[in-house]
């Protein structure tokens, strides 16, 4: 599993990198659809979300986060309510039976605010310049490794094994710690006018959202009864199980970046 995981990293990470900084905006946005639109199917496998209201929320996250790009954040309470409309009325006349109406719609709706809503703060961050977008997710990534291999080298106390059997506190403060290194590194590779203090606070801020947007999806896939959201990403389970932290990450990073004047 460590080397499927290092290999994965060591082929993805530069070709990601690649695309975002050196492509115009618009192909990172492809790029970021994409992914949402893989995570956001995963979900739905998981909540049991399917047939005509499945594709129905699929389109309207890609709608969603396009017009968004394309036209600003203005539209996106109107495509919303839209998309509630939409999927409710599927439901309403694609079965006749009325029980497990409220649920079906209920995940349906949750799956487009999770995934694509919480994504909507990348698109902003991406309209301010690539480089936001690799300081986010390289924090993230740092976040991600460090707790991963702090929990897993010295965890010992159980952060919350009712959610996450295998999650450690050590592997928390590793998460923290991991992002603001990751957010200062980064800063000054790419971004050198941000001031260092803030940079690490943007990372620790990172690193704690990581950690809560990762326990939250592993709510979900305990409720679901599911291990992994998927199996597309060899020793990395599915695609929402690699979104999950950045997730939450994203709009804490944009809320910190906008009252701090770096956006």
């Keep these: 599993m460590h080397h499927k995981r290092?290999?994965?990293?060591?082929?993805f990470l530069p070709l990601v990198y690649l695309y975002i900084m050196y492509l115009p905006p618009k192909y990172a946005l492809f790029l970021l659809i994409f992914f949402s639109t893989l995570a956001l199917a995963e979900y739905y496998a998981m909540s049991g979300v399917d047939g005509l209201m499945r594709f129905a929320g699929l389109s309207f996250g890609i709608v969603l986060l396009s017009v968004d790009f394309f036209k600003g954040r203005g539209y996106w309470p109107d495509i919303l309510l839209l998309a509630i409309m939409?999927?409710?009325?599927?439901?309403?006349?694609?079965?006749?039976d009325t029980a497990g109406s409220i649920m079906d719609v209920a995940y349906a709706v949750l799956g487009l605010v999770y995934i694509p809503g919480l994504l909507f703060f990348q698109v902003e961050l991406l309209r301010n310049g690539p480089r936001f977008i690799i300081l986010l997710y390289g924090s993230v990534w740092a976040a991600d490794s460090?707790?991963?291999y702090i929990g897993k080298g010295i965890g010992?106390?159980?952060?919350y094994p009712e959610v996450s059997p295998?999650?450690?506190i050590e592997g928390a403060v590793g998460s923290v710690i991991g992002g603001g290194l990751g957010a200062l590194f980064l800063r000054s590779i790419l971004m050198g006018h941000i001031p260092i203090w803030r940079a690490v606070l943007l990372g620790l801020a990172v690193g704690s959202a990581t950690i809560v947007g990762d326990l939250v999806e592993s709510m979900f896939k305990r409720d679901a009864g599911?291990?992994?959201s998927g199996g597309i990403i060899p020793g990395h389970g599915g695609i929402l199980d690699k979104l999950d932290g950045a997730l939450f990450?994203?709009?804490?990073?944009?809320?910190?970046?906008?009252?701090?004047?770096?956006?």
């Design 6 to 11: 290092l290999i994965t990293a060591l082929i």
């Design 86 to 96: 939409v999927i409710a009325g599927v439901r309403l006349f694609s079965r006749r």
């Design 146 to 148: 460090a707790a991963y």
């Design 156 to 159: 010992k106390r159980k952060l």
């Design 166 to 168: 295998n999650k450690t």
């Design 226 to 228: 599911a291990k992994d």
């Design 249 to 263: 990450a994203g709009p804490v990073f944009y809320w910190i970046c906008l009252s701090a004047g770096i956006l």
